[in-house]
Structure formats: C-alpha cells, structure tokens
C-alpha cells in the first residue's frame, strides 16, 4: 500500500495519473491509496489566496526590505523615532508562519508613518524605491491596521492545527475532524450558523460559501476583536472614516474568507473519503460513536477491495467481523475515551488490543496508519541536509551525518544516547574501518581506471580497423581505375595516348600511398592489440 501526497500543482497529479496507470499495468489493476495533498500546504496556499487582492504580501515585504542593508536610512530611522525596532522578513511560502511578521508591522507602524511624515515633508531623503512608495500608499489607507488585524486572526486559527500536524507521528485519523473544526471556525464568521449545525464533514466540503443567501448581513460578520478595536479607533481620530468605507472593508473580509475556505474545499485532504472514513481509528469516536466507526470501516474496506489492495472479499469480511468484535468489547475501556494524541502515539496505544486478538485486522490497520497526513517530514528532511552540508561534502558524508542526526533525534539529544557495548566498539575500531574503507575506495579507482583505459584502448583499437578497412577500399579503387586508364591507352594515338597513361601513372602513384598507409595503420593495430593483452 501507498499513499501520495503532493503540494498541488497540476504537474504532480499528472504524474501521479500516470503512476497510477503504470502501477495498475505492473500489478494487476491495483490502485495507490490516495489522501490528496499535503494538509500543511494547502492551508498556507488558502491564506495566501484569501490576502491577494489587499497585496498584504507586497506592504510586509517593503517594511522589511526598505530598511534591509541601508545603515544610513536605519539610522536616519533610529534618529527620528528613537527606536531600533525594524520590521521581520516575510516568508512567501509559508504564510501562516508570518504572524510574528504581522505582530511586529502592529508594533513599527506609528514610527513608519513618522518617518513617511518626515521624507513628505523633506526632512529626510526620500529613498526613491518601490518599498517605500507602498509604505507611502498604506499610510492613506484608514483600514489597513484592521487588514492586519485580519490577517493576525486568521493565522492564529490555522497555527494551532499547523503545529499540531508537523509530526512523524501517525496522525491522518485525526486530520479529518481537525480540518473540519478549522474550517467551521472560519465559516461562523461569515455563513449563518443555522448551515453548520450538525455540519458534518463532507457537508463542510460541499457547502457553496458564494452563495449570498448563506451569507450573514455585513454588519452581522465576525471580522474579530482586534480589527473591531482598531476600527473604532480610527473613527475616533478621524472622522474621515466613513461607515461606507467600513462596510467595504467588512465586504472585502468576507470575500477573502470566502476564497481561503475555497481553496481549502478543493486542496484539502477532507474531500477525500478515506481521510474522512480514517476517524473510524480514533480511540475516542470509537469509545463515543461505534456505529459511525463501523460504517466507515466498511467503507475503507470497500475502497481497498475496489483498488485491489486487500486479498479478496473474504479477507475484507473477517476485518469487518474482528473490527466490529474490538468495538463490542475492548473500546468499551475508558481509557479509549480519554486517548489524546499529543501524549501517545496511535500505534502504540492500539497495539496492545488489537495485534494478539485481531491479527488480520491489525495488518489492515497498520497499512492505514501508514498513509502520510503531510510532507513535513521530508521538507524537515531538507533543512536538517543544508544545515549538514558543507563544501564539497561527498554523498556518503551527508548520509553518514543524517543516520547520526535522526538517531540522536530519536533518543532525545546527544547526552540520551545510549552508550552501548557495541556503539563503544564501534568507535574503538572506527579508525581501522576508515583505512579499510580508504584502502577499498583506492582499489576500486584503480579497478574503474584499469577499466576505463581497456575501454579506451577497446574503441581505439576498433576505429584503427574501420579506418583500414576504409584505406583497403579506397586503394582497390585507385588500383582498378589505373588500370583501365592504361588498357585504354593501348588503343589511343598522340597525345590522348598520353594523357592516359599520365592519369594511370598518377592514380598508381596515390595507390602506393594508401598502401603505405596501411602498413602504418597495421604496426599501430599491432601495437594497441598487444597493449590490450597486456591488460
């Protein structure tokens, strides 16, 4: 069994349908499990969609970047604000991840209007870069602290689940309930919560959030305390701000609540049914709800009977019958009710009550648990190999430096190792293995170098003889059309008599140099065959 998880882009599942073509040609028709792409990604992909049209992107980059390398306008900030707090760098990839950069755009904001104040009015250089011009644009825009705002409330809803999910750990029965609170905390905000009462996930799924009919008044819409505040503010200090411009930005937050809902409807996992039907393993649904549990264990069943991944129908009976035995007797303990998955891992907590009684059913199971809720673990992968990398490190180096990592990383950090008898051994004879490893590596060059001359002498060798052969054809030309010039001069007079035997004469001469040749090539063909006897 396997699972695929991608990013998203329509490149991957083109590859993915041809995998799938290929795997059912090799193995009889069966079918990769499928749980869609990384939940991770898709989540920092929707937040990104829901902030486009306000260019939040653009306006964290420039507080960032128009002060990044310039210690002269730094200090011309330094000098007029008396502060030495500058904005963070923003991450275009990971936009859940900018929280931190929101929070400290809150905190600079008043010295940066300052400081537009003080280049509007001359009082210092105006930078003359695009940075600054958005800085500038911002600073008339009366809402853009509520934006931000926004923009804080919204990763502060997603981070939990983030956090969460960044784990080795065998989380996908989880997942589905997870995403599905996530996602109706977004939609209280702007649906009526008659529509999400007893929502159940694949509603949640299906649910049109462009409708305007599902939608609440914009007075009624949930933009959250922070902007809430920031927008009484405002009107308090100016009262420019009018109710219109309000109720345009409360618009424009529904519709960017609709986009990040969107776009977590179709990339989510959630609209996959075997992430849904994988909460059937999740001791507490088990404990809580074991009709709910047994129906979707049914359709997992289905599902891998249908892509040929079980044995046959009466395999996937007796994992129905066993499953349904477990949740008649063992789930009835309490301690599936107070299972939380942060204190103990999945598989080890259902082992115990499943591998002995219900053999064929664990085996089902396990295939389960081993569906992979996201590509954290590989994109872990990739920093931890940059942070081991150095010049010139060799391919053996980085997996010998990556073995010690993930083990150390495994028992908790260095001074957990456990200092073994045969790790000390290992390290006691680790001298002798590197001179035995470099000894093996200098005869296996000088195997590759023996080779690759025999190899060169081989192809040398052979287009020695083509050449000849070529020369021998040539010279057999030269020979016969000599000789025809010469029986046609036998018939001639005068001075065509003598032009003929004037091209013979020189065809022959040319015929002797080719036969010099071949002398030479045939000591040259001599040489490299006893060079490669030699060898």
Known sequence: MVSVSMDGPNVNWRFFEMLQQEHAEHFGGAQLAVVGSCGLHTLHNAVKCGFTDWHMEKFLRALHTIFHNVPARREDFCNLTKSKIFALPFCGHRWVENLPVAERALVIWPDMMKYVEAVSTKKLPNPGTSSYDTIAAATKDPLILAKLH???????????????????????????????????????????????????????????????????????????????????????????TEELSVLQFRKEFMEGLSKIVKKIQEKSPL???????????????????????????????????????????????????????????????????????????????????????????????????????????????????????????????????????????????????????????????????????????????ESQAHSQRRIMIEEELEQLKKTRQTIQEVAEHLRRDADKMAEEAEGKQGSKMAELIAKSNALRRSYKQKLTELESLGEKIATKAAELRRL
């Not at 997603?158 to 960044?166: A, D, G, H, I, M």
């Not at 849904?276 to 709910?292: D, F, G, H, I, W």
């Not at 035995?325 to 009835?332: G, I």
């Not at 180096?397 to 456990?418: F, L």
């Open 150 to 240: 926004f923009f804080m409330a919204v990763c502060r809803s997603v981070t939990p689940f983030l956090t969460r999910y960044q784990t080795d750990e065998p989380v996908l029965p989880f997942i589905g309930n997870d995403l599905a609170e996530l996602l109706k905390s977004l939609l209280r905000r702007f649906i009526k919560q008659e529509l999400l009462n007893d929502a159940t996930p694949q509603h949640l799924v299906r649910l049109d959030v462009s409708d305007m009919q599902s939608r609440v008044h914009l007075r009624a819409v949930d933009i959250g305390i922070g902007a809430e505040a920031a927008i009484k503010e405002r009107q308090q200090q100016s009262r420019s």
């Open 271 to 445: 609209k996959f049914p075997t992430v849904r039907q994988m909460t059937c393993l999740n001791p507490a649904v088990m404990y809580s709800n074991p009709e709910l549990c047994q129906g979707q264990m049914k359709c997992l069943v289905k599902r891998f009977l249908q892509d040929k991944q079980l044995d046959g129908v009466a395999t996937g009976d007796l994992i129905i019958q066993q499953f349904s035995q477990l949740l008649s007797l063992e789930v009835r303990n309490e301690k599936f009710l107070s299972f939380k998955p942060l204190e103990k891992r999945l598989d080890v907590f259902l082992h115990p009550y499943i591998s002995q009684p219900y053999p064929q059913l664990w085996a089902f199971i396990r295939n389960l648990l081993l569906l992979s809720h996201g590509q954290a673990t590989v994109e872990r992968g990739f920093s931890i190999n940059k942070q081991v990398e150095t010049c010139n490190i060799q391919e053996d180096t980085v997996i010998a430096q990556r073995v010690v990592c993930d083990y150390m990383s495994m028992h908790g950090g260095v001074t957990k190792v456990p200092l073994t008898p045969e790790l000390l051994s290992s390290v006691t004879s680790a001298r002798v293995r590197y001179i035995m490893h470099l000894e093996s590596e200098r005869k296996k060059k």
